[in-house]
């Protein structure tokens, strides 16, 4: 069924537009079945672990922290995104900077590094509502070394 769906949504992708150098976003309806695809392809390969495999083990925190608060990073990611932006590019007002580096200002790692905090500020802020709504305890932040261990 995955690569029908894949198919079909590329080849109406093909057919309504799409060509090189052009964005899939421009299609909704063709991204929707790509995208679709891809969720069915990532729930077959799914993995069932008893526990984290060894190179993984590491990232056992970070993925479990991920996965406990992602309602909350993606509802709030966009709105991160755009504050982190408009925040940045308000520093070309400052002429010392557009002088000296403006390379830092064009780069977008400073932004992504930005949004990546006021994620995490929205994580302690509303996060602990995803606890509520999963009849957890609420929590500002998980405490996750008990979790990562185990698996």
């Known amino acids: 069924m995955t ?5 079909l949504g590329l080849s109406y992708a093909m057919t309504h537009g799409f060509r090189a150098g052009h964005d899939l976003d421009d299609i909704p309806f063709g991204q929707a079945l790509w995208s679709l ?15 984290w495999p060894r190179r993984l083990r590491r990232w056992g925190g ?5 996965n406990s608060r992602a309602v909350t990073i ?9 504050v ?10 400052f002429e010392a900077l557009e002088l000296h580096v403006p390379w830092l200002l064009e780069s977008s790692w400073p932004v ?13 802020c509303f996060g ?7 009849g957890r305890k609420p ?11 185990g698996r």
């Open 3 to 7: 690569p029908a769906v894949a198919l």
């Open 37 to 51: 695809a891809t969720v069915l392809l990532l729930l077959h390969l799914s993995p069932s672990w008893s526990e």
């Open 62 to 66: 970070l993925i479990s922290l991920l």
């Open 74 to 82: 993606y509802l709030w990611h966009t709105v991160c995104i755009v």
């Open 84 to 93: 982190a932006a408009s925040m940045w590019d308000r520093l070309w007002g």
């Open 112 to 124: 992504l590094g930005l949004t990546w905090i006021l994620v995490a500020g929205c994580i302690v």
């Open 128 to 134: 602990w509502a995803e606890d509520m709504a999963a």
């Open 139 to 149: 929590r500002l932040w998980p405490d996750l070394t008990s979790r990562s261990r």
